[in-house]
């Protein structure tokens, strides 16, 4: 059994599931063929974690997370996850990466958006949605710069999925910023808890505008049926996607192992 935790929370939709096992296995076995003991599966909930008794600490000894096993065990800490002394594998988004992850983990690479509209490599945007027939539908510009209808979302209520998310909210704002605007012209902001959810809450007129990664944004037209009512208005600028991160503390050699394998399955 090995020692190392692996997870790949951030598209893993129930109705993903088999194709999120199928993801990891290419993984696992490409991590494996480098001689790394990469674990059998993912964790999917904080039961499926290791304890780490007295909580998650950083370098210098101060906790900076609880111990996966005080926590409710079938839910999932993302900050658990990604600060878990034995992670070996997992998706983390630039957001909590900026606001202070990157000081605990290592990044091994980025994934492909060229299959996604708003995607071009390891690049993605986040399309700006509203329902249908309150704004035009447009497409994701070639270049990868953004479209942002202000006087279309002016005096709307916004809705995003957390506030430390790169793609649901931190993106807009740095758009808005280079137009000489701001989250203010929002008359209501509210936190959905998961892209999902801001798109069932725009569907059923419980707010008007959220911006989605364009990956969750397929997602949601494959396996959401509100999805139907709800439509493309703009785009962010293209920026880097979720990165995959390893632990501070895994061993170089296994670091460069790890880059080697996804490299090679890019």
């Known amino acids: ?19 999120v096992d199928a993801q990891w296995a290419r993984l696992r076995d490409a991590f494996r063929q480098k001689g790394i003991d990469a674990p059998q599966t993912i964790a999917r909930v904080n039961a499926d974690l290791r304890p780490v008794e007295g909580g998650i600490r950083d370098a210098a000894g101060a906790v900076i997370a609880p111990d996966p096993a005080t926590l409710p065990p079938d839910e999932l800490d993302f900050h658990g996850l990604w600060l878990h002394p034995a992670l070996l594998f997992a998706q983390t988004c630039w957001g909590p990466m900026e606001l202070g992850l990157s000081k605990h983990v290592q990044v091994i690479g980025q994934p492909n958006y060229d299959a996604f509209e708003g995607g071009q490599g390891e690049l993605y945007s986040s399309a ?25 979302l002016r005096g709307k209520h916004f809705t995003f999925n957390s506030l430390d998310s790169m793609s649901g909210i931190i ?86 192992a790890l880059r080697e394998a996804v490299a090679a399955l890019a």
Do not use: N
């Open 128 to 152: 700006i949605v509203m329902r249908v027939g309150e704004a035009p539908t447009v497409g994701s510009p070639s270049d990868g710069s953004p479209f942002i209808p202000i006087d279309i």
């Open 1 to 19: 059994m090995s020692d190392f935790v692996a997870a790949l929370p951030m598209y893993d939709w129930p109705e993903m599931r088999i194709e």
């Open 171 to 256: 993106a807009l704002t740095r758009d808005l910023k280079v137009l000489g605007d701001s989250l203010d012209i929002f008359s209501e902001r509210s936190e959905s808890g998961g892209h999902r959810a801001s798109i069932v809450a725009i569907a059923e007129g419980k707010a008007d505008v959220a911006a989605i990664d364009c990956q969750s944004w397929a997602l949601a037209r494959r396996f959401e049926p509100v999805a139907e009512a709800v439509t493309v208005v703009g785009w962010t600028t293209r920026r880097k996607g979720l990165p995959f991160i390893t632990a501070k503390a895994t061993p170089e050699k296994i670091v460069v």
